[in-house]
């Protein structure tokens, strides 16, 4: 029996967590692992199920029918998340995004997301409480997401051209739906709202501009995203990438725009500013200008594993010290050594070598 023929499900390894001491330190609220990069962001994956298929993340050809989802019982509640998210802020998480799969087909959503408003950072501030989506279920619950605390939504959405979008998200869903999806995100208080556009050579360069026009002067911030190599099933090639400095290139000659400094260390986005204030774009390049150096994120899988790469092939077990009976001080250090032995640089070190590395799907980790 091949890969192939397993479910995506069942072939994602475990690293062993490591030993902590009988009665190990309490989180001092920094910490860093090997390169000297700080634990700043939690993404936390809800669900590895998604109502699109999108071609560069889920592709019909594995995530077809037959596809074997986890079962219910397998995912974490929404207590166990909310539990180990503090032990993250305890250890510097300042942020926390929720991601998938598409997170807002995880039933009572709006539930986890009050409980993880609550969280505060060791100073006494709120942590930063985002979501990403495709934007699709958007129109109708934006309003009770920010009623439960959320701050700020990220909307994947590839093209303004009807066809080509429908065509891409390979379940034949409409442009105009996700539009409504943001102006309901604006609306209900969720601003400025990011707007993700993935650029895959061939296929929708050619949304390039429309989505600049469209998107300045709207007070939201598009960002342009390399078509990258996550996972295995997505059929990943380096001439379908299309680097962000051409991106950069196409919008600069119709639109002047000039290098604005990032908001915080750490962030993935580039960013560029219109020369005539008409507000700013992102370029995030993990192929063509890898960002490892500064990299903040954790990944905390929908049953539980603990990742700290995007690309990586096997993450940690957390949810067996949740339901084992692990107390809180013993999760906290394990999350700590983790994160202390961390040396991930995969976008750095991206070559033939790499090729054949087994990697978690988008799908499962997000983005």
């Known amino acids: 029996m091949t890969d192939r023929d397993v479910p995506l499900a069942e072939q994602r390894y475990a690293a062993p967590v490591p030993e902590v001491p009988a009665r190990p330190d309490a989180p001092t609220g920094h910490l860093l692992d090997r390169r000297a990069r700080r634990l700043h962001d939690l993404r936390i994956s809800v669900t590895d199920r998604c109502n699109f298929r999108c071609t560069y993340c889920m592709p019909k050809s594995v995530f077809g029918a037959d596809y074997a989802f986890l079962p219910h019982a397998s995912l974490l509640s929404f207590e166990e998340i909310a539990r180990v998210a503090r032990l993250f802020v305890a250890h510097g998480v300042e942020k926390i ?95 400025p709202v990011k707007v993700n556009m993935v650029v895959k050579r061939g296929v929708n360069e050619d949304q390039i501009l429309p989505m600049a026009e ?118 906290a250090a394990a999350i700590g050594a983790i994160w202390r032995a961390r040396d991930d640089r995969y976008s750095e070190l991206r070559s033939a070598d790499t090729a054949g590395l087994r990697r978690i799907e988008m799908s499962y980790i997000g983005g």
């Open 214 to 331: 469209r998107f300045r002067h709207s007070g939201h911030i598009l960002r342009f995203i390399e078509f990258m190599d996550v996972g295995t099933s997505n059929g990943w090639r380096l001439d379908d990438v299309v680097p962000s400095g051409e991106v950069a290139r196409r919008i600069g000659e119709r639109f002047p725009i000039a290098p604005a400094e990032p908001n915080y260390h750490g962030e993935v986005a580039e960013r560029w500013r219109y020369l005539d204030g008409a507000g700013e774009i992102g370029l995030i390049s993990s192929v063509t200008q890898p960002f490892c150096g500064g990299c903040t994120r954790a990944r905390l899988s929908t049953e539980g594993k603990l990742y700290t790469c995007l690309f990586a092939g096997s993450g940690y077990d957390l949810r067996a010290l949740l339901r084992g009976g692990r107390d809180d001080a013993h999760i």
């Open 97 to 191: 995004r929720l991601t998938g799969g598409e997170p807002l087909v995880r039933r009572d959503v709006e539930r986890l997301i009050g409980m993880l408003a609550q969280i505060a950072t060791p100073s006494g501030a709120p942590v930063d409480l985002t979501l990403t989506t495709n934007g699709s279920l958007l129109a109708r619950k934006a309003r009770a997401l920010r009623d439960a605390g959320l701050q700020r939504v990220t909307v994947s959405l590839d093209a303004l051209d009807d066809t080509v979008f429908r065509a891409m998200n390979d379940v034949g869903f409409p442009v105009a739906d996700v539009l409504a999806g943001i102006d309901a995100a604006a609306e209900a208080g969720l601003r």
